[in-house]
T-cell receptor
Framework: GAGVSQSPRYKVTKRGQDVALRCDPISGHVSLYWYRQALGQGPEFLTYFNYEAQQDKSGLPNDRFSAERPEGSISTLTIQRTEQRDSAMYRC????????????FGSGTQLSVL | GIQVEQSPPDLILQEGANSTLRCNFSDSVNNLQWFHQNPWGQLINLFYIPSGTKQNGRLSATTVATERYSLLYISSSQTTDSGVYFCAVESRPSGGYQKVTFGTGTKLQVIP
């Protein structure tokens, strides 16, 4: 696609529910990053992929968070048993080359856990 | 992990004024990028600048990797420059994988 696409744009869920956030990177982009951004803060690294391989998941807060990119393109970030503290903007970025290089961000998914 | 500090944290400018934003980082980096987050929340890549100087219109950036800092210059500021400016560095923590870490941000408000 022309840009990084994330869906849904907004997600409101009840505490305890599972959510799946989708990221469709720019076509041909090899690396894909997930970030979380709280209001008034900078993006916080969660995890990233080169192709389908998850290279670093050190930023995932706990084992309720997981991510996959099975075919090296679309990625899904899943949060199980959501808690209110999970509320934030979740951002996806992609880059053409391995190792970050120039990152292009999607518009994000605003998650609200009630 | 690597620490990325930006200064000043907040800045108010009169339209037409110039400014310099600074990004300091605590360890060696492979590259550095500057982003603008506009009031609608979009993150726009301004510069990919591992070293040296680049210019794009009224904006320019300089990175001195050996001294672990980068500067973003905004000249003749406009109200559309308002928002938050982030620098982001790519480091190579133990394990050999690259990781992009964002700084604390500079919130800029340009008033007419």
């Amino acid at each position: 696609g022309a840009g990084v696409s994330q869906s849904p744009r907004y997600k409101v869920t009840k505490r305890g529910q599972d959510v799946a956030l989708r990221c469709d990177p720019i076509s041909g982009h090899v690396s894909l990053y997930w970030y979380r951004q709280a209001l008034g803060q900078g993006p916080e690294f969660l995890t990233y992929f080169n192709y389908e391989a998850q290279q670093d998941k050190s930023g995932l807060p706990n084992d309720r968070f997981s991510a996959e990119r099975p075919e090296g393109s679309i990625s899904t970030l899943t949060i199980q048993r959501t808690e209110q503290r999970d509320s934030a903007m979740y951002r996806c970025a992609s880059s053409l080359e391995v190792g970050g290089k120039k990152l292009f961000f999607g518009s994000g998914t605003q998650l609200s856990v009630l | 992990g690597i620490q990325v500090e930006q200064s000043p944290p907040d800045l108010i400018l009169q339209e037409g004024a110039n400014s310099t934003l600074r990004c300091n980082f605590s360890d060696s980096v492979n590259n550095l990028q500057w982003f603008h987050q506009n009031p609608w929340g979009q993150l726009i890549n301004l510069f990919y600048i591992p070293s040296g100087t680049k210019q794009n219109g009224r904006l320019s950036a300089t990175t001195v990797a050996t001294e672990r800092y980068s500067l973003l210059y905004i000249s003749s500021s406009q109200t559309t420059d308002s928002g938050v400016y982030f620098c982001a560095v790519e480091s190579r923590p133990s394990g050999g994988y690259q990781k992009v870490t964002f700084g604390t941000g500079t919130k800029l408000q340009v008033i007419p």
